[in-house]
């Protein structure tokens, strides 16, 4: 039997490698937040649905490829040619999924550690784009034929909407996605750069966020292939679409884990005696060893409440388990029991001492979010 073309085997490893580099990040990120930190938040569980999405994603497509996808239409069989628009279809929908997903993560993970509001607006400008163009394409993709089945069983009666239309979405997400990718990417460089972190630590947050770059290479490479979406030679054709999209997946969900792994690094460091730790908790996850001067101040996101901790009575209050400091990017996080509330501590300039003040005096002014007012530094 003679060798017919087939793409199938660089998707099966394109794919297998992502889904297993998705998944070990992954798995190392909600290590992190349950075990180290201790503050699994909406941003960790979104990016495991993500990551969930994505491994499905790999899972069809795999099968897909035993099935004739990355061959020519000529060369599979008409039974295993429908297993593969089959699984194909749903490919679209778990992509579909899982960009949203990895995206508003990412996002949402940008609003913890930013303290301007354009920033906030920028972010939610950002995630607004994602769910409208993501959300258009998967619903489009789903309902692209009538019967559904008619996508991948040709042998019924039943109609597709005009190709044309779909790729033409597919260009304008494509276009939207490279938007978000790099407003992700860059936007971190500019907050991190403002952050009380030491300079590795912010060359390696920067680098590792600006791996959503690499994400929107991507997807310019997948945008000539487009075209192909409405091709009658539809598995050959639209093979090298499937593996970028794998591609910009992958980098998406790697990029957002490995940003939330500093604690980990930090913390094997110690282990093998490379590094000194002297924030982690002594009792129990309820709190740090760091000594503070002055006060520090956390507006509570669900009561819109700003509540003042003294530095005088922190120890009482920590004990109390009224706050918890937690390692974090900007140095630590307040977690205030009691409404689920985790908002960001960093120190405040002149502009923002005066709110502060003035939060005091009438909390209906409130203006700021995640506030802190403290001189801190570590035992030694």
């Known amino acids: 039997m003679t060798d017919v073309p087939n793409r ?3 998707l099966l490893a394109v794919n297998t490698t992502g889904a297993v580099l998705a998944g070990i990040t992954c798995l190392l990120r909600c290590f992190v937040r349950t075990r180290v930190v201790k503050g699994f938040g909406l941003d960790d569980w979104l990016m495991a649905a993500s990551t969930g999405a994505y491994i499905a994603f790999c899972c069809f497509s795999n099968v897909g490829v035993t099935h004739g996808t990355g061959k020519h239409k ?3 069989d008409p039974e295993n040619y429908k297993i593969a628009m089959n699984r194909w279809y749903y490919c679209y929908l778990l992509y579909a999924w899982s960009m949203i997903l990895v995206k508003l993560s990412i996002g949402y993970f940008l609003l913890r550690v930013t303290i301007t509001r354009l920033h906030k607006w920028i972010i939610y400008a950002a995630g607004a784009i994602t769910c409208v163009s993501c959300l258009t394409f998967f619903f489009l993709a789903m309902f692209q034929c009538y019967p559904i089945s008619f ?4 042998d019924q009666d039943g109609r ?3 190709m044309n239309i779909l790729t033409a979405l597919g260009i304008l997400y494509s276009i939207f996605s490279v938007i978000t990718d790099l407003t992700y990417a860059l936007l971190p ?3 991190v750069a403002q952050l009380n972190m030491d300079k590795k630590s ?9 791996m959503g770059c690499v994400a929107s290479a991507a997807v310019i490479v997948r945008g000539p292939y487009l075209r192909h979406m409405g091709s009658e030679d539809f598995l050959w054709d639209t093979a090298p679409i499937a593996i970028w999209s794998s591609v910009e997946a992958a980098l998406a969900i790697t990029a957002g884990c490995l940003a939330c792994l500093q604690p980990l690094v930090k913390m094997i460091g110690v282990k093998l005696g490379l590094a000194a730790f002297t924030t982690a908790s002594k009792s129990g996850g309820r709190g740090s060893n760091l000594k503070m001067t002055g006060d520090i101040s956390v507006r509570r996101s669900f009561t819109r409440r700003t509540d003042l901790f003294s530095s005088a009575n922190y120890r009482e209050q920590q004990a109390a388990g009224e706050l918890k400091l937690q390692p974090g990017l900007s140095g630590y996080t307040a977690k205030c029991y009691g409404n689920t509330s985790e908002e960001e501590l960093r120190p405040v300039t002149k502009d923002t001492d005066a709110t502060l003040r003035g939060d005091r005096d009438n909390e209906s002014k409130e203006s700021m979010n995640g506030v802190v007012k ?3 530094r570590e035992s030694v």
Do not use: H, Q, T, Y
Not at 151 to 154: G, I, S, T
């Open 8 to 10: 199938g085997p660089v």
């Open 374 to 376: 403290a001189r801190e």
């Open 151 to 154: 996508f991948w069983n040709k």
């Open 160 to 162: 597709c909407i005009n």
């Open 202 to 210: 912010k060359v390696a947050v920067i680098g590792l966020m600006g």
């Open 189 to 191: 460089a500019w907050v």
């Open 74 to 76: 000529s060369d599979v």
